[in-house]
């Protein structure tokens, strides 16, 4: 059985204030998305990635990053949608009933390590839904519409949601169906597979792990990519 990985490039960078999309924006001269892919292609447990861009470029990426950076395992490039939602949705609809595990991951988050995408795998085949993520460090407050605040949330019982999240191909094929059906559009995808009451195990993953989205997340990426070291079992 395969272990899939979708992954999720659309993004338009409005909010990095660039007229060039944020995932081909260069990080030490090699776009931000290639040293995504980079760590998917290495893993020895992902045999196909889904690569999931506007349909405007999918002949650019196609000559530009996956020939170009000789990504073999990107089995297919597919047309995004107007929503994340709707480009996972797509890569869903593609895979073949020999994928045993998916796993779905932004784009825009290039320090993932070989560690966590085995760890992803793992315990998505014990449980069936896995999200990775991070305690979170400040304390949280809710406020109300008008800026005062009316509680402080116990910290150590939150976490700051990232990617990969992994999943049982079934599960995860049924959650984004009754999504559909129902008209919701959730924060991430596990959230999709909680509303139909199944349980989703949360799995440390690490600080560095980013998502670039800001000027700001740019420049701590390349200075994250200057020390960082490369292992994928």
């Excluded at 405007?56 to 939602?85: F, M, P, T």
């Excluded at 073949?96 to 795998?121: E, M, N, Q, T, W």
């Excluded at 304390?139 to 939150?158: A, F, H, S």
């Excluded at 560095?208 to 994250?224: G, H, Q, S, W």
Aim: glycine share 6%; aromatic share 6%.
């Amino acid at each position: 059985m395969k272990n899939v990985a979708i992954i999720p490039a659309g993004g338009s960078g409005k909010r990095m204030d660039s007229r060039f999309p944020k995932q081909y924006l260069p990080v030490g001269d090699i776009p931000l998305l290639v040293h995504t892919l980079k760590i998917f292609q290495l893993s020895l447990l992902i045999d196909d990635i889904l690569l999931v861009v506007p349909e405007e470029d999918i002949h650019k990426v196609g000559s530009l990053i996956v020939e170009r950076y000789s990504l073999s395992k990107v089995s297919q490039i597919l047309a995004g949608g107007n929503k994340r939602q709707d480009s996972v949705k797509n890569g869903l609809d593609v895979i073949g009933d020999d994928c045993d595990i998916v796993l779905i991951h932004d784009g825009v988050r290039p320090f993932i390590s070989g560690k966590l995408i085995r760890l992803a795998v793992q315990e998505a085949a014990k449980h069936g839904a896995v999200a990775v993520g991070v305690p979170v460090k400040d304390t949280v407050k809710r406020v109300d519409q008008d800026g005062w605040i009316l509680e402080t949330l116990n910290r150590q019982m939150l976490w700051l949601t990232q990617t990969p999240q992994a999943f049982k191909r079934l599960i995860i094929q049924e959650a984004y169906q009754r999504a559909y059906q129902d008209h919701f559009y959730g924060t991430d995808d596990a959230s999709l597979v909680e509303r139909m009451g199944h349980p989703v195990r949360m799995i440390p993953a690490t600080y560095e792990n980013i998502k670039i989205t800001t000027p700001e997340d740019l420049l701590l990426a390349e200075l994250l990519m200057k020390t960082r070291k490369v292992t994928v079992p």
